[in-house]
Structure formats: C-alpha cells, structure tokens
C-alpha cells in the first residue's frame, strides 16, 4: 500500500521548465523504497499513458520516446519522494501528470503500462 501526492504542477510557455514531486505520506511511506514509481500523463481528450519510469533504488530509468532528452526522473528514497524534471516544454506535453507504483522498468513500450495507489494529480499546461 502506498498513499503517494504529486505537487508542482503549473503554466509555462514553450521551452520553460517545471519540476514535478511524488511524495509517499502517510503510515504507508515505509513501503515507498520497495516499489518502481511510474508518471503518466493525461492530455485532454486522450487515455491516460506512462512517460517516465524509475527503478525502487534509483538504478534504472525508462522513458517514452516523446519525452527522452528532455525529461528526467529521479528519486530520494529518504524523503519518499520521486521527482520528474521536465525540460523544453512543449504544448504536447499539456496534461494532468499522475505518479503510481507500476512495474516499469524493463518495459518496452511506457505507454501501456499500468499503475497502482495513485495520487491525485497534478496539472501542467504549457502554452504561448
């Protein structure tokens, strides 16, 4: 089990920079270093779908190739929370961003995988 909170979200223009948290709270964090932390993102319109992956440990990332060069997910386990930093923003990245356990790691296609104790999300819009 795992409670997890996603925080800072917000508007930037094309090519800004947001980073995003994924903090476990709750009685439940100590289970936080045994799981793999997915985000997903859901654009208007479309299907929730993942774009970042992290190994429980920090070891191992996985990205969508949307996002690759441009987003990087890492984690501190000692404060229970992952982060996704988010480079050259594009409007396509617009969307409610959504952190979950999943397992991810060694998956091939980040777009369909699926994810468990989901927060509630938190919005991103990027827009000139």
């Known amino acids: 089990q795992l409670q997890l909170v996603e925080s800072g979200g917000g508007s930037v223009q094309p090519g800004g920079s947001l980073t995003l948290s994924c903090t476990a709270s709750g009685a439940t964090s100590r289970n936080f270093p045994h799981f793999a932390i997915a985000w997903f993102r859901q654009a208007p319109g479309k299907e929730r779908e993942g774009v970042s992956c992290?190994?429980?440990?920090?070891?191992?990332?996985n990205y969508t190739d949307s996002v690759k060069g441009r987003f990087t997910v890492s984690r501190d386990n000692d404060k229970n929370t992952v982060y996704l930093q988010m480079n050259n923003l594009k409007p396509d990245d617009t969307g409610v961003y959504y952190c979950?356990?999943?397992?991810?790691?060694?998956?091939?296609?980040?777009?369909?995988?699926?994810?468990?104790?989901w927060g509630q999300g938190t919005q991103v819009t990027v827009s000139s």
């Open positions: 992290i190994g429980s440990k920090g070891g191992r990332t």
């Open positions: 979950a356990a999943s397992s991810c790691v060694w998956a091939k296609d980040l777009r369909t995988i699926t994810g468990d104790f």
